[in-house]
């Protein structure tokens, strides 16, 4: 029996509490909906804490530098978003898109990533690991056996948040020189950056999208937020809007047609 489709949302650079929002929404939604995978930039330079960061002396030069941010609803260190490429994968924990372990949906998605960028012709490879104890508090500092790098670079980072509900994973592909951010911002040394080629975007974003569909053998459909993912939106940036670095605690929205708007061909 074919399994069912994926959604697929290509969404344009969007403020940092939109983008964070509409992840959170994904899983909120997750029940009803399919499958997604959304791919996503950022219209200002961001930056994102872990959930449960401390909030770091070096927030207060965010607004005068032109750096907005904001706290993710996943675990992990600060990512800095300054022309990365940001995906998430969301999945309703029952739909069996994903599995049902911690490590193995790390890997699954590691994997399919993994897939995508050998595919648009960059030389990365999983991590061995590598631990960055002096600034623990940077996703870039360290990795995992679940992340990617590219010439013993880190490349990509990821952070899961997993529900009774469902799962959400999303994660930055480091494409862009961000030391500035590190550097004026953070007020920190900037990891070392991958080296990277010229790279056309919609050509990686295509090559994540036929990836993602190798892994899950299933097609993967452009589609847009639904009506209930919407309104989950709308809830989720009020709650942001006295303080940024705030996140509402994740409700379910299990109504039929809450999620999952698939374009149709």
């Given amino acids: ?25 994904l899983l909120e939604c997750a029940p009803s909906g399919p499958p997604t995978l959304r791919l996503y930039a950022w219209e200002k330079p961001s930056v994102s804490l872990g959930y449960r960061q401390s909030a770091p002396d070096w927030l207060r030069r965010c607004a005068s530098a032109g750096v907005e941010a904001v706290r993710r609803v ?9 022309g990365d490429l940001t995906y998430a994968i969301s999945a309703s ?23 995508g960028l050998l595919s648009a012709g960059l030389r990365a490879d999983r991590s061995p690991g590598r631990p960055g104890a002096e600034l623990e508090d940077l996703c870039f500092a360290s990795s995992t056996g679940y992340e990617l790098e590219l010439e013993g670079r880190k490349l990509v980072g990821s952070a899961q948040r997993r529900t009774a509900w469902g799962l959400l994973q999303h994660g930055s592909i480091r494409l862009s020189d961000d030391a500035w951010v590190y550097r004026d911002v953070l007020g920190l040394p900037a990891p070392p ?5 010229e790279l056309d975007r919609t050509r990686l974003a295509a090559a ?13 459909r452009p589609g847009r937020l639904s009506a209930g993912e919407l309104r989950a939106v709308r809830g989720r940036l009020s709650a942001r809007q006295a303080d940024p670095l705030a996140v509402a605690p994740l409700v379910p929205d299990r109504r039929s047609g809450a999620a999952g708007a698939l374009a149709q061909h």
């Avoid at 994540?208 to 993967?220: H, Q």
């Fill in 1 to 25: 029996m074919a399994r069912a489709a994926w959604r697929l949302l290509l969404d344009p650079p969007r403020p940092a509490g939109f983008n964070m929002a509409v992840d959170e929404a």
């Fill in 193 to 197: 950056p991958p080296r990277l080629p």
């Fill in 93 to 115: 924990a029952c739909s069996g898109a994903l599995p049902a372990d911690l490590g193995g949906s790390y890997a699954w998605i590691r994997d399919a990533l993994l897939d």
């Fill in 208 to 220: 994540f999208t036929a990836s993602f569909a190798r892994a899950a053998g299933a097609p993967l």
């Fill in 74 to 82: 996943s675990g992990g260190g600060t990512v800095v978003h300054a």
